[in-house]
């Protein structure tokens, strides 16, 4: 439904209906003031405060929420507990939000936030007309110029620089503002807060959204944000999610968390609220069938035992001799309260326990009555004014005397109460236990008078609540304004209806009890998985301190501290990496300091001698016992070489001299020769008195 403006109601607010609701209004107040005056100290301005422009926005502020807006089809919510207020279709105004998302890319947060207080103003005047409404737009306006306005620079961030980005994140997470002030906005117990903030909140979340995404929308259609008035950045910042792996778990777990708790908790309060009205439901049902059944056949029984006295030749003696018959009757069937007989002219004759007519005070309906029942109408019934001093209705049978042809001879008129009647206290104690439970029952004709209520002083009035036209389960509202949970039984017979009601905070009640443990569970089973995966990132990033503090040793040149490790996961295989990454540079080192070493030696001394000395120590430091630098002189044979100028050095220098021979022979064509086993040695040729080492190994040094 389009609705060109909001000036056709009556501009008023709500006040909190309790303390409770004031003192929410101030928790949510206080903050807001106080980043406001937080952010006009610090200056948080991209660009200097243009009072023309501020001016502009501000009329269009006024225009856009008084103007142009469209109703929610099927969106009608339920008045406020307890609050005799006629509610409307949520209203959309299209373009409300446009001019403070404006003011918070052009101006600054303040501005912004001045605007859509104003524009709150208006909708909590003719729309809303809560006092929380002006909060909430500003509460929004900020966390837009929040979103628009950080200077991180990771791709999300960076989407949310765009409007409609931002409008689309703050659509969603502006879900727990709305809550909360529903809670706080609502009068009534807190089962009957909590019930209408889960169950009422999301259409004003579903408008808020739909007017921010609009808003957004607009502003990347048409470029605003791309003018130069919007908001600039020069540089671009890393986002907290990159300052640390906590920070990054912080950021990331932290919102998914409070996501699925609020699901979980409207889901918990959803399946509580349709599992306690199910409840209700089935006590309703068994209470108002049993009461409908048991209707019918009390009147049956009247009917029933009024024909059996009336047949039982009554009018056969004089009127004392009446009296004690009917004296009898009453006393040997205890369902009639009063007894009555009348003459075939309608004369009355005697009755029992008053044998005065006037003290029954007969009805016209009554009178009637007895004169049918003459005419030939067999058995009737009527509802009759209770006695004085009562407040039961009375229920008459009235049955008709025949005489030995079957014709009229006279009327008997039996009455009976619903209240004392023995085959109606099923009905009425069904009704009852209702009563127990805080609700109200009624039992009404075909006129839709009352015959018997739970309340006092309704009887045979006429019934002024709802009355459905067939049997089943209703949801109705109270002048009062309170929700009640109907259920209606409808006879097929008569015509009669049995309604039974209960307060919606009884259905509320139960659903808390039921909610109440679940969420507790679940918030701290969520607190519980917080905290450890807290302590084992705390675990894990102390590791990759540690690593990353070796790291930057190693880079300094320290090799000679350990990395110690444990575990065989991905932490302790990169940390064994690192240590082996550290010995491999250590050992290189190492030999690389061995070398300049040997080569420094070598070139600070002229003789052999000194420069040998240098070379063999160098090869002693891998744990050799010997080392020795053989220089060969030719043989008497052609081709022969023999050992020739000997240089040692080592713990046992000469202890292995008899290999010199053997190893220049086995590198006449080799390089590099290694025999890493006694076993091997011996079958060089030693002899039995020769030392033999466990490894040997020869290099052949050619011109």
């Known amino acids: 439904m389009i ?9 008023y607010i709500d006040l909190p209906y309790h303390w409770l609701g004031w003192l929410g209004w101030v928790l949510l107040a206080l903050p807001l003031f106080l980043i406001l005056r937080r952010s006009v100290i610090r200056g948080q301005n991209t660009h200097a405060p243009s009072i023309p422009i501020f001016l502009v926005l501000l009329i269009a502020t006024i225009i856009t929420n008084l103007f142009g807006g469209f109703q929610i089809p099927g969106g009608q919510m339920l008045p406020l507990p307890n609050v005799p207020r006629e509610v409307s279709a949520p209203l959309v105004m299209v373009f409300s939000a446009l001019p403070w998302i404006l003011a ?21 005047l003719w729309g809303t007309h809560s006092l929380f409404t002006p909060l909430e737009t500003t509460a929004v306006s900020l966390m837009i110029s929040a979103a628009l306005r950080q ?22 997470a502006s879900t727990p503002i709305y809550l909360y002030t529903t809670f706080f906005a609502t009068n009534g117990a807190l089962s009957a807060r909590l019930d209408y903030a889960f169950t009422q909140s999301w259409n004003m979340v579903i408008v808020n959204g739909m007017e921010l995404i609009i808003a957004g929308a607009l502003i990347e259609l048409f470029l605003v944000n791309r003018t130069k008035l919007w908001i600039q950045f020069k540089t671009l910042n890393p986002s907290p999610s990159e300052s640390g792996l906590q920070s990054r778990m912080l950021y990331n777990t932290l919102p998914l968390m409070l996501v699925l708790l609020i699901a979980l908790a409207v889901a918990d309060w959803y399946v509580a609220g349709n599992a306690a009205r199910q409840m209700v439901r089935n006590q309703l049902d068994t209470s108002a069938n049993t009461a409908a059944e048991n209707l019918p056949y009390f009147l049956e029984t009247g009917q029933s035992l009024s024909l059996d006295l009336a047949g039982s030749n009554l009018l056969a003696g004089d009127a004392s001799q009446l009296g004690i018959l009917l004296q009898n009757k009453l006393r040997s069937v205890p369902y009639f309260r009063d007894l009555y007989v009348f003459d075939k002219g309608g004369n009355p004759v005697t009755g029992y326990p008053t044998s005065q007519v006037d003290a029954l005070r007969l009805s016209d309906e009554e009178r009637s009555g007895i004169q049918l029942a003459l005419n030939g109408v067999v058995a009737q019934y009527y509802m009759v004014p209770p006695k004085i ?15 030995e042809y079957g014709m009229a001879n006279g009327v008997l008129l039996a009455r009976t109460d619903l209240a004392t009647n023995f085959f109606s206290q099923p009905a009425l104690a069904a009704l009852d236990e209702v009563k127990a439970e805080g609700g109200t029952g009624v039992i009404l004709d075909e006129r839709n008078r009352v015959l018997y209520s739970t309340e006092s002083g309704k009887a045979l009035t006429t019934y002024n609540g709802y009355i459905p036209e067939v049997s089943g389960y209703y949801d109705e509202t109270s002048a009062t304004g309170t929700r009640r949970l109907l259920y209606a039984v409808i006879t097929s017979e008569d015509h009669w209806k049995v309604l039974l009601s209960l307060p919606a905070t009884v259905a509320q009640e139960m ?47 320290s090799l000679d501290k350990e990395i110690e490790t444990s575990g065989v996961d991905e932490i302790g295989r990169l940390g064994s990496a690192f240590e082996q990454m550290r010995m491999s540079l250590k050992e290189r080192l190492e030999e690389l300091d061995h070398l300049l070493k040997v080569s420094q030696g070598v070139a600070s001394n002229l003789t052999m ?17 010997s080392s020795r630098l053989i220089l060969r002189k030719p043989g008497t044979d052609e081709g022969a070489w023999l050992p020739g100028e000997v240089f040692a050095a080592g713990p046992s220098p000469n202890e292995y001299d008899s290999l010199d021979e053997v190893m220049i022979d086995l590198l006449q064509d080799e390089k590099i020769t290694i025999i890493p086993s006694k076993a091997r040695i011996k079958r060089l040729g030693m002899t039995r008195t020769d030392k033999i080492p466990s490894a040997v190994a020869g290099i052949a040094i050619r011109d």
């Open 511 to 557: 659903a808390l009890s039921i909610a109440i443990p679940l969420l507790a569970m679940a918030l701290v089973v969520s607190v519980v998985v917080y905290l450890l995966l807290r302590l084992l990132m705390n675990k894990i990033a102390r590791s990759l301190v540690s690593l990353a503090d070796r790291a930057d040793e190693i880079a300094r040149g």
């Open 151 to 172: 200077d991180y620079r990771t791709l999300s961030y960076k989407l949310l620089r765009h409007p409609l980005g931002a409008t689309l994140f703050v659509a969603v």
């Open 104 to 124: 918070s890319g052009f101006l600054n947060p303040v501005m912004a936030a001045v605007l859509a207080l104003v524009g709150g103003i208006i909708s909590a």
């Open 389 to 403: 001093g009562e407040d039961s209705v009375q229920v008459t049978f009235i049955a008709a005397i025949p005489d």
């Open 609 to 625: 001698e000194g420069s040998a000395q240098h070379i063999l120590n160098a090869t002693l430091v891998n744990g050799a016992t």
């Open 3 to 11: 609705k060109i403006g909001l000036w056709g109601t009556m501009p």
